[in-house]
C-alpha cells in the first residue's frame, strides 16, 4: 500500500522515514511493508538455511541475505525493495547499505498483503533489473512460481511437495513442503 499517495517520492523521501520504518520505493512511489506472518518467516528462515547451508559446502562468492535487506535494485537510486531472500553473486555489488544492483536470485513469500505487488509488478521490476531467477514462494496455495529470466524461459510453476530446480546452481533442489 502506498505510504504517500498521489505524491512522487525519491531516494530523499526513502533516506527521510522513520529509523526502523520498512517500505519500499518503486517508479517513484513509497510502499509501505507489513510485518509478516509466522508461516511467512518460517519460509524465510527455513529457505534462508537450506541455500546458506549449499552455498557453504559448494564454495563460491555467493551469499545469502534475508529481509531487511536493502536493494538499490538499478544502482541509481531510483529504486530500493526487500526481497524476502536475496542471494548475491558479485560482492563487488555488496556495500555497508546492501546491495547496489540487481541480486542473482530473488524469493519473495507472498502474504496477503504483499500478493499485488510481488506476482504483478515485481516480475516486470525484478526482470528488467537483470535478476537472473526469481521465485514467488505461495503458502496459501502450497505453490512456488519460477522466472529464470536469464534462459528466458516461461514460468514454471511447482507444488511445494515438489522439487524446484535452482536455476544458478546445477543440481541443487528444494523442495519447500520438507522444509515447513
Excluded at 84 to 93: G, R, Y
Excluded at 150 to 161: K, R
Aim: proline content about 8%; glycine content about 6%.
Amino acid at each position: 500500500m502506498p505510504l504517500l499517495k498521489d505524491q512522487k517520492c525519491t531516494a530523499t523521501d526513502y533516506w527521510a522515514l522513520p529509523d526502523g520504518r520498512r517500505a519500499e520505493l518503486i517508479d517513484g512511489t513509497l510502499y509501505d511493508l507489513a510485518s509478516p506472518s509466522r508461516i511467512h518467516q518460517k519460509a524465510v528462515s527455513a529457505l534462508n538455511w537450506i541455500i546458506s547451508d549449499y552455498i557453504q559446502h559448494r564454495g563460491g562468492p555467493c551469499e545469502v541475505y534475508p529481509a531487511p535487506f536493502l536493494v538499490n535494485l538499478n544502482g541509481d537510486e531510483s529504486c530500493f525493495v526487500e526481497p524476502d531472500l536475496s542471494v548475491i553473486c558479485d560482492p563487488d555489488k555488496l556495500s555497508d547499505r546492501g546491495c547496489e544492483g540487481a541480486p542473482d536470485w530473488v524469493i519473495e513469500i507472498v502474504s496477503p498483503s504483499s500478493r499485488r505487488m510481488d506476482c504483478q509488478k515485481k516480475i516486470a521490476l525484478y526482470g528488467e533489473a537483470g535478476v537472473r531467477e526469481y521465485w514467488i514462494v505461495d503458502p496459501a496455495h502450497q505453490r512456488a512460481t519460477v522466472y529464470r529470466f536469464e534462459a528466458d524461459e516461461a514460468p514454471t510453476v511447482y507444488s511445494f511437495d515438489q522439487p524446484v530446480p535452482v536455476g544458478i546452481y546445477d543440481g541443487f533442489e528444494i523442495v519447500i513442503a520438507a522444509l515447513l
